[in-house]
């Protein structure tokens, strides 16, 4: 891959989600990223499934692209001192062992800093590097809960996760984006860094909304299920053969709906959105009396019409046979080793001035043991 990180070399050593999915991260923007496993099997998250396609775990494939795998057993001299030689010539690290454990192996940040003073180390835990519960084990379902998550989200009163691992993948992107602003700074200062994040910071940071509700209004948020925790009419309704989103964000748009579904804008229980959202069974039942007359096609062509944002609820197969997610580069395929051409989700972003490249697939256990020592040693020359 090319792209704003090429020539910047990382090191992952995470495992499961939230450190893989940032250094996958880093690998799409170009970097060079050397995912060190232990060579007894490797990152759990490969035993993760159902489903597996032969011997490969999808959830596997969905953290790995762009990365070389490499073996190393850290308790091992050998290991400890090849680990040692790719610090010296590696730009970032990235690891989510439980607070302490990298530097009882001999990998402090302070003896990373000693070994290459311009490396950037990411470090992910649970629920922070400090404070009284900074030694506990972190796992998303886990954290989605102690960070609020869950009590704001499903039908009211019956706590839901939500569907994908958001913390592990948002503690992930967080800290790529800390990683991208600490090379950023040592272009200043010549010097690297420790980025910390954990799912709970990752998740603390996005209530948004949800959280001045509590922090600055003192009410406590509760969960909504599929409609908007400020915003009616904004959120899921029935037609006749399934649901659709009508998002109505401001009074225009509120007045458009209320044209199409034969309801009156200016009754006093509809005429303000503080009105509406206090009024919202109502509203909703009032606005599916007409909705379930006619199908979803129907509806979406009508609100399209009128210029409402509104959408179909599509199903994971749906959204990659879209062409607008065709469009976004969205799907990619990758050549696997063991698989043959399989498609995978695709990077998120785009740069205008680096042309879209061939992605390499997720890497079989220590399949670049040796292209990496031979890259070291070729660095190491230089």
Request: hydrophobic share 40%; with cysteine; aromatic share 6%.
């Amino acid at each position: 891959m090319q792209g704003p990180l090429t020539g910047v070399v990382v090191l992952d050593l995470s495992r499961a989600l939230a450190g893989p999915h940032a250094a996958q991260l880093l690998g799409d923007l170009g970097a060079y990223v050397i995912k060190v496993e232990h060579p007894q099997g490797g990152d759990e998250s490969r035993g993760w499934g159902p489903p597996f396609v032969g011997d490969v775990s999808t959830y596997f494939l969905s953290a790995n692209r762009n990365k070389r795998s490499i073996t190393l057993d850290l308790k091992d001299p050998g290991g400890k001192e090849l680990l040692t030689r790719l610090i010296r010539q590696a730009d970032v690290l990235i690891e989510n062992f439980r607070t302490g454990v990298l530097a009882r192996l001999g990998f402090s940040t302070d003896t990373i800093a000693e070994l290459n003073p311009r490396t950037v180390v990411l470090s992910i835990t649970g629920f922070g590097h400090d404070g009284p519960e900074a030694g506990r084990p972190g796992y998303d379902q886990i954290a989605q809960g102690e960070a609020g998550l869950m009590s704001i989200t499903g039908p009211p009163g019956q706590p839901h996760r939500a569907g994908p691992s958001i913390a592990d993948l948002l503690a992930g992107i967080h800290g790529a984006y800390g990683v991208a602003a600490a090379l950023y700074e040592r272009e200043r200062t010549g010097k690297g860094g420790v980025v910390r994040t954990s799912l709970l910071a990752s998740v603390v940071g996005v209530h948004a909304y949800h959280g001045t509700q509590w922090t600055v209004a003192g009410q406590v948020p509760k969960a909504n299920g599929n409609h908007h925790s400020s915003i009616a009419p904004f959120g899921a309704f029935r037609c006749s053969d399934g649901m659709i989103q009508i998002a109505a964000g401001n009074e225009g748009q509120w007045r458009k709906v209320a044209a199409l579904l034969g309801v009156d804008p200016d009754r006093s229980e509809y005429a303000t959105n503080r009105d509406r959202f206090a009024h919202r069974d109502e509203l909703v039942a009032e606005m599916e009396k007409t909705l379930t007359t006619q199908t979803r096609d129907h509806w979406l062509g009508r609100l399209a019409e009128a210029g409402v944002p509104a959408g179909s609820i599509r199903t994971v197969d749906e959204v990659y046979a879209w062409d607008q997610t065709l469009s976004q580069g969205l799907l990619i395929e990758v050549d696997h080793p063991a698989l043959g051409p399989i498609g995978l989700p695709g990077p998120v972003l785009r740069f205008d001035h680096h042309p879209a490249g061939e992605h390499t697939a997720p890497p079989a256990l220590g399949a670049d043991n040796e292209a990496v020592v031979d890259w070291l040693t070729g660095r190491e020359a230089t």
